[in-house]
């Protein structure tokens, strides 16, 4: 039974390596924005350049001073830091794939209109 061989993973993701503490900072953010905004989903109903902003907003503040905390959540400005990129990454995934969809269904119109005997 311990035939490791077996096992198919090579060349994938080995999520055990990324450090944990960031989906904790992560969480106490979404904590605290769940309790503001209620809707948990309502991060997806952002702009990506909101984010975009709020993230550099957050990153300024955190290079002018590392211990400091965001006034109205009282979390630290590189937890807000670590969660806008969060969402940046969560919708430009999205938006690639929706970018995908698009181009695939251009490719399928284009084949059919060439195949098309007319």
Same mark, same amino acid.
């Given at each position: 039974?311990? &035939?490791?061989?077996?096992?198919? +993973? %090579? #060349? /994938? ?5 990324? =450090? ?5 900072d992560i969480?106490?953010?979404?904590? *605290? #924005?769940? /309790?503001? *905004?209620?809707? =948990?989903? &309502? ?5 990506? +350049?909101? *984010?975009? !902003? %709020? ?10 001073? =590392?211990? #400091?905390?965001?006034?109205?959540? #009282?979390?630290?400005?590189? /937890?807000?830091? !670590?969660? &806008?990129? %969060? ?5 430009? /995934?999205?938006? &690639? ?5 698009e181009i ?11 195949? %098309?005997?007319?």
């Amino acid at each position: 039974m311990d &035939n490791q061989s077996a096992k198919h +993973d %090579a #060349g /994938k993701l080995d999520l055990t390596k990324v =450090p944990r503490q960031i989906i904790w900072d992560i969480a106490e953010v979404r904590r *605290y #924005g769940i /309790k503001k *905004y209620t809707d =948990p989903e &309502n991060w997806r109903k952002v702009s990506l +350049d909101r *984010y975009r !902003a %709020a993230l550099f907003r957050h990153l300024l503040a955190y290079l002018d001073n =590392p211990k #400091g905390k965001d006034e109205e959540s #009282g979390i630290e400005h590189y /937890k807000h830091v !670590a969660c &806008n990129i %969060a969402f940046i990454c969560e919708l430009e /995934k999205e938006d &690639n794939e929706e970018e995908e969809i698009e181009i695939n269904i251009y490719k399928k119109i284009e084949d059919l209109l060439r195949d %098309a005997e007319w």
